[in-house]
């Protein structure tokens, strides 16, 4: 639905609003009518002049009438808002749950697609086409470098991206930690590869494990293709991420049955970059990992948050205590709801 509400607003910007202020209108007009305009406006908290402006158009289109009594719907009214009632509730809610989940988890923006990609796979793809409009809001012109993390939902937006975001950008995407040992198709430098294909940009590759010891993580440090990379990466303006299940994402990096253990006992419900948290946003382990680190974020332009699903909602619950504020986040109803429920 955002993306049908964008292409709507461009041919006629601020229709959102001028549609919600309408209909609120005419409903208010069915379930009270024949009302009066002073009673109007105060029931709808407008002042007489915004009433009168509006009550004017919708009387010009036919779908009120004024009587003696007051003003009532036409039966033309009726048909328009039993036929909008759906649309319109579905679309006040999301925006209501959007505005409800910023505010409870202390981010600047959430935006909110219908569905739950837990049971609808399609609701990812809805999700990659917000990330698309996001980055097309968010980027600046000229040269930006985007580190993008690895995983099967990054795999899932990459394919979403679209040629429109490098419009006035020169665009390189960058593996936002080392991730080999993944399946090839969902790590890092892959996903990377696919964004930089589907917006006509350049990506570059960072091959390192992702799990090192100490020991193994200096000296890659210093090897020139790591250094590289890792000051590309640290360059960054921009980072796209999502946010896992811990279980999850210990299984699918094939942690040792000794560690997915101490996970359980420290209660880990949520994952990114590489660390795991509890349901407080405790940090209970963290993997090494050549580069971008939890503190790197704060002075990121643009941080794309992106997890759906209710299954996922302690994770990003989790996970966004440590989110910075202008983060933005990307999740579905199933996720959404599950949150505002705890």
């Known amino acids: 639905m955002h993306q049908e509400i964008e292409w709507i607003e461009r041919i006629v910007p601020d229709v959102i609003d001028t549609l919600s202020r309408r209909y609120a209108v005419l409903k208010q007009i069915a379930t009270f009518g024949p009302i009066g305009r002073r009673s109007l ?3 709808l908290g407008m002042s007489e002049r915004i ?3 509006e009550a004017d158009c919708l009387k010009q289109q036919e779908l009120v009438a004024v009587t003696k009594s007051g003003m009532v719907l036409t039966d033309k009214g009726k048909e328009v808002i039993q036929g909008l009632a759906s649309f319109i509730d579905q679309l006040l809610d999301l925006k209501q749950l959007e505005l409800r989940l910023s505010q409870k988890l202390g981010i600047e923006n959430c935006l909110v697609v219908a569905g739950d990609s837990d049971d609808q796979t399609q609701v990812v793809n809805e999700m990659g086409r917000l990330v698309t409009n996001t980055l097309k809001t968010l980027l600046p012109r000229g040269r930006n470098i985007i580190a993008a993390m690895g995983g099967t939902t990054m795999a899932q937006i990459a394919a979403c991206l679209t040629p429109d975001i490098s419009d006035q950008r020169e665009l390189l995407f960058v593996p936002a930690r080392g991730g080999l040992g993944e399946r090839m198709e969902i790590q890092a430098n892959n996903v990377c590869a696919r964004m930089a294909r589907r917006t006509g940009g350049k990506s570059r590759s960072l091959y390192v494990p992702e799990q090192v010891s100490e020991s193994t993580y200096r000296p890659l440090l210093k090897e020139p293709a790591v250094q590289e990379v890792v000051t590309l990466i640290r360059q960054s303006n921009a980072v796209i991420h999502s946010i896992g299940t811990a279980m999850h994402m210990a299984h699918r990096r094939s942690m040792s049955q000794e560690m997915i253990a101490m996970l359980n006992e420290r209660k880990a419900v949520g994952e990114a970059f590489g660390y795991f948290f509890d349901e407080a946003g405790q940090v209970v382990y963290r993997i090494s990992r050549i580069g971008i680190q939890l503190e790197d974020l704060a002075s990121m332009e643009c941080v794309i948050a ?15 205590k440590h989110a910075p504020k202008q983060t933005c986040l990307i999740t579905d109803e199933g996720a959404a709801k599950a949150i505002l429920k705890e």
């Open 51 to 53: 009433l009168r402006s």
């Open 41 to 43: 406006a105060e029931a």
């Open 306 to 320: 992106v997890a759906g699903g209710t299954s996922k909602a302690k994770a990003i619950v989790s996970y966004m």
